[in-house]
């Protein structure tokens, strides 16, 4: 998965409880990413951040808040998590190249 | 808006049996168009990246092409190995840095 690891790879959660997934590159790259994949829905952008600590917000930001404290790990954290926080989160790395990115291995997280 | 449809949503086909997927989409400036594979459990794997109209990519039995509206994955002589679900994305030059993608075309190749 191109350097990227992801922690943990499976997590279940109760309505309002809190959690953080981790995501952590081998590489020095500056952009990091965090989408969502749903059933019937496309990978959706939730924050990403363009180098070491700078972030900014994706297509779905509301519920989550992320962390860029060094250049090799971007967290995201639930404060509250909810049943409609229940996806597959992946974190992806942009190396500066031609704008492709590449992808972790994902968190399945399931809110009850 | 960014946006991205592909079709078909799902393709059975025969070993052997070629055909094409589709990506369509509509962007405000397109610096890149990007086909993924992605296999159950696993995180998308990137294959190939467009950036303008009449670009062309191979890697063994995929082929990928472009036009100002759309693009296509042909899928030559496949194998069961190529069953996957195949994500096109796009990145345009306004908005956020990241990559809007399709839902997906859902391919199965029968032995």
């Known amino acids: 998965n191109a350097g990227v690891t992801q922690t943990p790879k499976f997590q279940v959660l109760k309505t309002g409880q809190s959690m953080t997934l981790q995501c952590a590159q081998d590489m020095n790259h500056n952009s990091m990413y965090w989408y969502r994949q749903d059933p019937g829905m496309g990978l959706r952008l939730i924050y990403y951040?363009?180098?070491?600590?700078?972030?900014d917000k994706g297509e779905v930001p509301n519920g989550y808040n992320v962390s860029r404290l060094n250049k090799r790990e971007f967290s995201l954290r639930l404060e509250s998590a909810a049943p409609s926080q229940t996806s597959v989160y992946f974190c992806?790395?942009?190396?500066?190249?031609?704008?492709?990115?590449?992808f972790g291995p994902g968190t399945r997280l399931t809110v009850t | 808006e960014d946006q991205v449809t592909q079709s078909p949503e799902a393709l059975r086909l025969q070993e052997g049996e070629s055909s094409s997927l589709n990506c369509s989409y509509t962007?405000?400036?397109?610096?890149?168009l990007f086909w993924y594979r992605q296999d159950p459990g696993k995180g998308p794997e990137f294959l190939f990246t467009?950036?303008?109209a009449g670009e062309e990519k191979e890697k063994e039995r995929l082929k990928a092409t472009l036009t100002k509206k759309e693009s296509f994955l042909h899928i030559t002589a496949p194998k069961p190995e190529d069953s996957a679900t195949y994500l096109c994305a796009v990145q345009s030059g306004g908005g956020a840095d990241g990559l809007t993608f399709g839902k997906g075309t859902h391919l199965i190749i029968q032995p």
């Open positions: 951040s363009a180098s070491e600590g700078t972030t």
């Open positions: 467009l950036y303008s």
């Open positions: 992806a790395i942009d190396p500066g190249q031609g704008y492709e990115q590449y």
């Open positions: 962007v405000s400036g397109l610096r890149g």
